[in-house]
């Protein structure tokens, strides 16, 4: 699991907080890997309760410099469309140099912060986007770059299922020009039916599958006996 500069510099209404703390608690509990990447932020601003990952490492942007060698990744915390987009896609390219095999890569939505860039004044949720925006900012301090929400409250303003996932296929990382043709994409929003982005040759071909669920919370229970 990898967690993205979760600090109130960038999340500064903590609308993450919840959401990064079950995440790691859900690592944790069934001993996955922690690295927490850290920026040139204040220290006291990261706000996860617990401060004990595994691995600290600095990464001023996002930059991933160090060897991913697993084929799941959890990613949590980080802005969606910088500090986020810069660490999967330098994921994504590491493993795309690698023997082909089977990758994973698990979006914890409560626990991830967005401006909300990607979405257009032309797109049919546009203005409940920005209306919510307008409403949770209203009357802030100055000083925080940009107000942010979670991607899964994000989620929750689009609500409609072929709406989301037109969102999600825009903000995923650029796999079409990482991955060659002889991987199959796919994308799955929680339990819903997996969609193909791109099929390949062969019965069983490598496959990359970028899985949007809503909390830790929802894979916990759906792991309970």
Not at 26 to 47: G, H
Not at 212 to 222: G, N, P, Y
């Amino acid at each position: 699991m990898i967690v993205v500069h979760q600090s109130s510099t960038y999340d500064a209404r903590y609308s993450t907080k919840r959401g990064v703390d079950e995440a790691i608690r859900f690592a944790k509990d069934r001993k996955i890997p922690v690295i927490y990447l850290q920026d040139d932020s204040p220290e006291e601003f990261y706000f996860m309760e617990d401060c004990n990952p595994d691995y600290w490492v600095y990464s001023a942007g996002g930059e991933i410099t160090f060897d991913v060698t697993a084929s799941h990744l959890y990613i949590v915390g980080g802005h969606l469309e910088l500090c986020m987009s810069v660490a999967l896609h330098d994921v994504i390219f590491q493993w795309a140099k690698r023997p082909p095999r089977n990758y994973r890569i698990t979006y914890l939505m409560d626990a991830i912060y967005s401006n909300g860039k990607m979405i257009d004044p032309s797109d049919p949720f546009y203005h409940d986007f920005d209306h919510f925006l307008n409403i949770v900012t209203y009357g802030r301090p100055g000083g925080e770059h940009w107000p942010k929400l979670s991607l899964l409250e994000t989620m929750g303003i689009i609500r409609s299922e072929e709406h989301e996932l037109n969102y999600i296929k825009q903000i995923l990382p650029r796999w079409d020009t990482t991955f060659p043709d002889t991987f199959r994409i796919e994308v799955q929003l929680n339990r819903s039916v997996t969609k193909v982005l791109r099929a390949a040759k062969g019965w069983f071909p490598p496959t990359v599958l970028f899985h949007f669920v809503d909390s830790a919370l929802a894979l916990s229970e759906s792991q309970t006996p």
